[in-house]
């Protein structure tokens, strides 16, 4: 048997020139590898809320301990220490929820009265979709010391775009009716927003109600408080 002949100097570095080369071209294979390849399992099976199919028997069982600060019928309290729930659109409703669950809003009661903290996505979906489908017509009185009139200009310059003309809301801004609601809850959120408390239309670096005075922002909510939900003209 001829014996091996001994590796000389340039015979390793061949060798381990090779080995650079391969190590190289799985590094190169795994930066590019399609981006969902390495992606949480569990972003694989998240599901859009809005596309689960509620149970409203479910969510009714469940409104019950709603009921206990928003009212049998969704009306909130007449002061708005509780909002008006009923009829809220589900997008809306679910948004609120979750922010609620997560900590992004902070009210203790609305986790331990409201059961948020131990409910589940379908659970959320189940109660959405049964105040979503709450019939409730109020009038609501507005600030005394707001002026409707000068609220009309105000409020077209700057909310009806996202709230809508009638502030009946918009679902592709994924805004709120306005229209109904006590407007000394809308008031507080507002001073919640400006505190940035709250995030108003989801932009960190919205400023808009620091753009107006007192007396405005009660012209607007005089407005609001005017509107008839079966109001079709908008003279």
């Given at each position: 048997m001829?014996?091996?002949?001994?590796?000389?100097?340039?015979?390793f570095?061949?060798?381990?020139?090779?080995?650079?080369?391969?190590?190289?071209?799985?590094l190169?294979?795994v930066?590019?590898?399609?981006?969902?390849?390495?992606?949480?399992?569990?972003?694989?099976?998240?599901?859009?809320?809005?596309?689960?199919?509620?149970?409203?028997?479910?969510?009714?069982?469940?409104?019950?301990?709603?009921?206990l600060?928003?009212?049998?019928?969704g009306?909130?309290?007449?002061?708005?220490?509780?909002?008006r729930?009923?009829?809220?659109?589900?997008y809306?409703?679910?948004?609120?929820?979750?922010?609620?669950?997560?900590?992004?809003?902070?009210?203790?009661?609305?986790?331990?009265?409201?059961?948020?903290?131990?409910?589940?996505?379908?659970?959320?979906v189940?109660?959405?979709?049964?105040?979503?489908?709450?019939?409730?017509?109020?009038d609501?009185?507005?600030?005394?010391?707001?002026?409707?009139?000068?609220?009309?200009?105000?409020?077209?310059?700057?909310?009806?775009?996202c709230?809508?003309?009638k502030?009946?809301?918009?679902?592709?801004?994924?805004?709120?009716?306005?229209?109904?609601?006590?407007?000394?809850y809308l008031?507080?959120?507002?001073?919640?927003?400006?505190?940035?408390?709250?995030?108003?239309?989801d932009d960190p670096?919205?400023?808009?109600?620091?753009?107006?005075?007192?007396?405005?922002?009660?012209?607007?909510?005089?407005?609001?408080?005017?509107?008839d939900?079966k109001?079709?003209?908008?003279d």
């Amino acid at each position: 048997m001829a014996p091996k002949r001994p590796r000389t100097p340039s015979t390793f570095a061949s060798t381990f020139y090779t080995l650079r080369l391969i190590t190289l071209s799985l590094l190169l294979a795994v930066l590019f590898m399609a981006p969902g390849v390495f992606a949480d399992d569990d972003e694989d099976d998240e599901v859009d809320l809005l596309d689960m199919q509620p149970d409203r028997e479910a969510g009714a069982v469940m409104y019950r301990q709603c009921a206990l600060c928003h009212g049998k019928h969704g009306q909130g309290i007449l002061g708005g220490k509780y909002p008006r729930i009923a009829g809220l659109p589900d997008y809306y409703l679910l948004n609120a929820l979750k922010d609620y669950q997560t900590g992004v809003r902070g009210y203790d009661a609305m986790l331990v009265v409201g059961a948020l903290k131990t409910a589940e996505d379908q659970d959320l979906v189940n109660l959405a979709a049964y105040v979503s489908d709450m019939e409730l017509d109020i009038d609501v009185p507005g600030p005394e010391a707001g002026s409707a009139r000068s609220g009309r200009r105000l409020y077209r310059y700057d909310c009806k775009t996202c709230h809508g003309r009638k502030a009946e809301g918009k679902t592709r801004k994924e805004s709120p009716p306005l229209r109904s609601q006590y407007h000394e809850y809308l008031l507080r959120q507002i001073e919640l927003f400006k505190s940035k408390e709250r995030i108003h239309a989801d932009d960190p670096e919205d400023e808009t109600f620091k753009a107006y005075e007192d007396q405005e922002l009660l012209d607007i909510l005089a407005w609001i408080a005017s509107l008839d939900d079966k109001e079709e003209d908008d003279d």
